[in-house]
């Protein structure tokens, strides 16, 4: 029989990083890591002897996610802390539900669990909006910069100026 077999023996212990490790794998700076604790977005698993910080899987899982957040998504600290917040009252909320009977309690911790998604939904449309409005300034930008081409190409003027239609008409050639 493997030991993978038997039942009394016990799984190895987790491999903690220090931070210098976690930083180095998912591209952050231990500076940062540090700033992220102060301002209560990550706890270390663990300290060591010599009161370094150590992290678990599940600390580097939550730090790569502040970070896509941040880096991919545009989500500010704030932004991350009341998402992060929200994910560990689903949590509690889930736990609390399922060890209750109380209807009362189910009823407010439903309401909670909708007030939070509504709030996440709200917070995605207004950020999904500004970067629609973003995207059609590009395009504006983009289309102007196709009549200069245009101009360029053809050698005609182009067919409208929005960006400077109070400016007087150029003098003929």
Known sequence: ??????????????RLLRIQEVAASLGLTARTIRYYEEIGLLTPA???DGDYRLYDEDDVARLQFIKELRDDAGFSLAE????LEDE???TRNRDRFRT??????????????LARVDRQIASLLAKS???GAMIEDARRRREHLLEH????????PPRHHSHDEAAPPEPNR
């Open 88 to 90: 560990a009252a689903r």
């Open 80 to 83: 991350i802390s009341r998402m």
């Open 129 to 131: 909006d500004r970067l």
């Open 149 to 156: 081409v245009d101009e360029l190409q053809t050698g005609r």
């Open 46 to 48: 663990a300290r060591s």
């Open 1 to 14: 029989m493997s030991h993978l077999d038997d039942p009394t023996a016990t799984a190895a212990p987790e």
């Open 100 to 113: 209750t009977t109380d209807t009362a309690e189910r009823q407010a911790i439903v309401d909670d669990a």
